[in-house]
């Protein structure tokens, strides 16, 4: 039933013209893509394994991949009206951190090298990547997302750089965004003291922590589910579209309670020491400290 759910979401684009004796049927196409994302193997042995030759899983990959990014703002929003309170009291109940509605993060999808400018996709650890931004919810849905920049952009000008920045700035939401020290600290984007001076500020973090944790399960099991995610053997236009398929086939699959299979297991990705934050507007980080000592003040 999940298989023609997404076949029937991506037939209008990968229906063909005709049906002669070579052609895919749209759910033989779906087949092949989603063996391709949640194995990340080669696309000769997806070929074998499905009886197609590598050209023809690569040009399916393509086509499927730009079919399902196509519905990237159908199926990953930000909540709304309606929604928020109800994901205020799920991200309560997960860490007791009040008035949260999202969780912010980046990470590193690994590619194989670029042939042209090469020294831009060079992250930290010295590997070729796409650092891909994410918020997400309590029950690990995508939110919001960022998919365009190399490895070797810092996490805060990601954010900086992107429309959500600019819609949260100047309409301010309804709640919280949580994020690590990598993050400024925005009046609607609230990070952890960096050393805790009382034992309420401890708390705090302790909650945030806790709270924040969200994201990093959720980029665990997105990894974990697709596991392609993990090293992209195309090149640098190619893996943007995956990546935003997979996004969309997470929240799907999050959605429709697909379980996880049996060596999927919903764990976080492994620890980071964040960097530390490009500077912002002074003013803005002063509202934000205001924001955060309130939070403090009245629930720790």
Request: with cysteine; proline share 6%; aromatic share 8%.
């Amino acid at each position: 039933a999940d298989i023609k759910y997404i076949a029937d979401l991506v037939r209008p684009k990968l229906q063909r013209g005709t049906r002669r004796s070579h052609s895919l049927s749209v759910e033989q196409q779906v087949l092949i893509g989603l063996w391709f994302y949640a194995s990340g193997t080669f696309y000769k042995v997806v070929g074998d394994n499905i009886g197609v030759d590598k050209s023809t899983v690569s040009d399916v990959v393509k086509a499927m991949s730009i079919a399902l990014a196509s519905l990237v703002n159908q199926f990953v929003s930000f909540p709304n009206d309606v929604q928020i309170a109800q994901t205020k009291h799920k991200f309560f109940t997960l860490g007791n951190m009040p008035n949260t509605i999202g969780v912010i993060d980046c990470t590193h999808v690994h590619i194989q090298a670029p042939h042209e400018r090469d020294w831009e996709y060079i992250n930290r650890k010295g590997r070729r990547s796409i650092n891909i931004q994410l918020v997400g919810d309590a029950d690990l849905i995508i939110t919001n997302c960022v998919v365009k920049w190399p490895g070797s952009v810092h996490d805060a000008r990601i954010l900086r750089e992107s429309a959500l920045y600019r819609e949260l700035q100047t309409n301010r939401p309804d709640g919280i965004i949580l994020g690590d020290s990598a993050y400024p600290l925005l009046p609607w984007l609230i990070t952890p003291f960096l050393a805790a001076s009382t034992p309420a500020q401890a708390r705090f973090n302790t909650a945030h922590c806790k709270t924040r944790c969200a994201i990093e399960r959720l980029n665990g099991v997105l990894k974990r589910r697709f596991a392609c995610l993990n090293y992209l053997r195309v090149e640098p236009q190619g893996p943007c579209n995956i990546i935003l398929a997979c996004i969309v086939l997470h929240n799907i699959a999050t959605r429709r309670n697909v379980p996880l299979c049996d060596d999927v297991y919903d764990a976080p990705e492994p620890f980071e020491e964040p960097d530390q934050p490009l500077a912002f507007c002074q003013n803005e980080g002063l509202s934000g400290r205001i924001v955060r000592d309130a939070i403090v003040r009245h629930y720790f």
